[in-house]
């Protein structure tokens, strides 16, 4: 799964790239759902719909909110008096009248509007030049219209105030004259390595809640107020490096700063709270789909004679470069990764985010999956898969079993050549899990019989805690496979952890399969609040707490067991919830083990991160370890997590 909840697709899920889209419909709410966006119309739903025409006007110290009885602006109002030198208008929710501009771009799907641009600036660096033109419905000018726009100022607010989002500065209810026609486009500002900062972000005033909305923008210090400064405007990138490999929704991810933490393969790494990639940079087309495919990029390839056109915001990325000329990507031939097969007295144990896996998937993405356990995980011994589905996948009728979904990934993996996996698990209760709704994913070991044995100790149930006792002065589970204090509130509405004791060379190694809660409802790293609110990171530390504690009553029988705690942790190897999963030495994380630059395992929004990770306990003091990337930085993903392995002697 996303970082973030699932943006909103069509039933029958995204398009193939780079197929065209689904036509608009001719009329949509102002929620805009994400496909919507791209135009690709698929409702919002109604809560989305609901939050974000409710934050449709920003409320905030420095932009007073506007109501029913409109003030009128003073006369000869430009676009840079609308936008002025902080993220929100001095002038918002009063009336303007005639304010002049060149159109720099049209939408006619999804947000319809425009863009147009003073040819007359100010000179001040902070106050933006260009401005968007909520209009409703598919707008009647074209670019290089020389144009006379009166209406309201409006902050509005993509994806609702409680999304933590800047606002885009608009103008709504508009009148619109055109002057003359034809005239050329104000010459773009560019955007590129010397001209935007290294230093992401200013701290946010503590006063207004960490807020950045009222600070005087510093373009020449923070990439953020660069951006700030530049929306709305004409702007231009030069050829350019992707760092984010085209996605279902038409978009891709470029960085202009080539030289800032780049990862071995082409991608720009997040390695910290402070390295928040100040070059990334977002982009889309104005051109619906339909009229023009969106070029289909890995991350590596290289965006030749890059983009122009205005600078928006968006939820889904913040400022984004929306192109009305777009160049051809480069391809670098990015491969997927092999990792080396383990040595006769080496375990590998692997995991792998299969992301939704159930019988109702093409065939196709079940023997994509195994061709990658086979040829590019070199078939480890012990796999944990998460996001496995039951046997109707999202049917919500009651069914939990997954054994047809298994049975079916474990032969496809024998039908690449691979050996023949058992596996355990335990079927949740139904609708207790999160995920997909009606799906009720979970977490399955998957084990060759030929290298290493499973230990079942029946009595292991969805609601029923295994335990640790000692047998003969080693540890052993009460159930094996079982489920790791599943009555523990940390795990509400979560997948709970699952436990199993396994035998290699007559030696037990202990196996704790995660996926911890999603960082859904964090603000992103363009947030108006600086720095972001991640409200998640509380519920994951719980569960990472719980964990450790599992994990110190094996090391307390026995100090050099062997255990690995592995999984979709769902957040990064410098973040609280890794803190307390190694709380007191019980865990190390084995990513650490790698050099900086390829430390990842995911790529969101341009960054390569760590989401999934292996952690070993102190008895494992020599290891391998192989982030093998296959899936998130490639346009055709089979998941949009990367599996790891780790290799040992125990």
Not at 198 to 203: D, N, R
Not at 264 to 272: A, F, I, K
């Amino acid at each position: 799964m996303p970082r973030t909840s699932r943006r909103p697709l069509s039933p029958s899920g995204p398009p193939p790239l780079p197929g065209p889209f689904p036509p608009p419909r001719p009329s949509a709410p102002r929620g805009r759902s994400r496909r919507e966006e791209r135009g690709v119309f698929a409702p919002a739903p109604a809560t989305a719909v609901a939050a974000a025409l409710a934050a449709t006007l920003l409320l905030t110290a420095a932009a007073p909110a506007p109501s029913t009885a409109v003030t009128a602006a003073p006369p000869g109002i430009r676009i840079h008096d609308i936008q002025g030198p902080t993220r929100t208008s001095p002038l918002a929710g009063e009336r303007v009248s005639a304010v002049p501009g060149i159109v720099t771009g049209v939408r006619s799907y999804g947000s319809r509007g425009f863009w147009f641009q003073d040819t007359s600036p100010d000179g001040d660096p902070r106050t933006s030049e260009g401005v968007f033109v909520h209009t409703g419905s598919a707008p009647t000018v074209r670019a290089g219209d020389d144009v006379r726009v009166s209406g309201t100022v409006t902050e509005f607010v993509p994806g609702g105030a409680g999304s933590g989002n800047q606002s885009l500065t608009e103008i709504t209810g508009a009148e619109v004259t055109v002057a003359s026609s034809g005239n050329a486009v104000p010459a773009p500002a560019r955007i590129d390595d010397r001209s935007v900062p290294s230093a992401y972000t200013p701290e946010g005033d503590p006063a207004v809640g960490g807020s950045v909305n009222g600070l005087r923008l510093r373009p020449g210090t923070y990439a953020l107020d660069r951006y700030e400064s530049l929306e709305g405007m004409n702007v231009r990138i030069g050829s350019s490096r992707v760092i984010g490999a085209t996605d279902p929704y038409a978009e891709l991810w470029v960085t202009v700063k080539p030289r800032e933490n780049p990862s071995p393969r082409g991608g720009t790494v997040y390695g910290s709270y402070r390295s928040q990639g100040a070059g990334r940079l977002q982009v889309q087309q104005l051109a619906p789909v339909a009229e023009r495919p969106f070029p289909v990029a890995d991350v590596g390839d290289v965006l030749s004679g890059g983009a122009e056109g205005p600078l928006d915001f968006n939820q889904f990325g913040g400022y984004t470069l929306v192109a009305r000329t777009l160049g051809e990507v480069k391809g670098r031939g990015l491969t997927r990764e092999r990792t080396r097969k383990q040595r006769g007295d080496q375990l590998a144990v692997a995991t792998y985010n299969v992301e939704n896996l159930d019988p109702k998937d093409p065939r196709a993405k079940f023997d994509a999956l195994a061709s990658g356990v086979v040829d590019n995980l070199a078939e480890p011994d012990i796999i944990a898969l998460e996001e496995v589905q039951d046997d109707n996948g999202a049917t919500d009728d009651g069914t939990v079993s997954a054994r047809e979904t298994l049975k079916k990934f474990t032969d496809a993996v024998v039908a690449a050549g691979g050996p023949r996996y058992d596996w355990r698990g335990i079927d949740p209760v139904d609708g207790a899990d999160g995920g997909e709704p009606g799906g009720n994913i979970r977490q399955v070991f998957l084990y060759n019989p030929a290298r290493v044995s499973f230990t079942d100790r029946p009595g292991g149930e969805a609601a029923t805690a295994t335990g640790v006792v000692s047998e003969k002065g080693r540890p052993a589970l009460t159930h094996s496979p079982g489920r790791v204090d599943p009555a523990d509130t940390a795990w509400q509405d979560s997948r709970k952890p699952l436990a199993g004791e396994f035998t290699f060379r007559g030696r037990p190694v202990f196996v704790v399969a995660n996926h911890f809660t999603s960082k859904g409802g964090d603000e992103p790293l363009a947030s108006q609040h600086q720095p972001p609110t991640r409200a998640s990171e509380v519920r994951r530390a719980a569960q990472a707490g719980a964990v450790n504690s599992f994990v110190g009553k094996i090391l307390k029988v026995r100090e050099d067991a062997d255990v690995l705690v592995l999984g979709d942790i769902n957040d990064f190897q410098f973040s609280g919830t890794t803190d307390a999963l190694t709380r007191g030495g019980a865990l190390r994380a084995a990513v650490e083990s790698l050099p900086r630059a390829e430390r990842y395992s995911y790529v969101y929004q341009g960054s390569s991160q760590v989401l999934d990770q292996i952690l070993t306990s102190p008895g494992i003091r020599r290891f391998a370890y192989d982030s093998v990337h296959i899936n998130a930085e490639f346009a055709q993903q089979n998941s949009d997590h990367d599996p790891q392995v780790l290799r040992f002697r125990p």
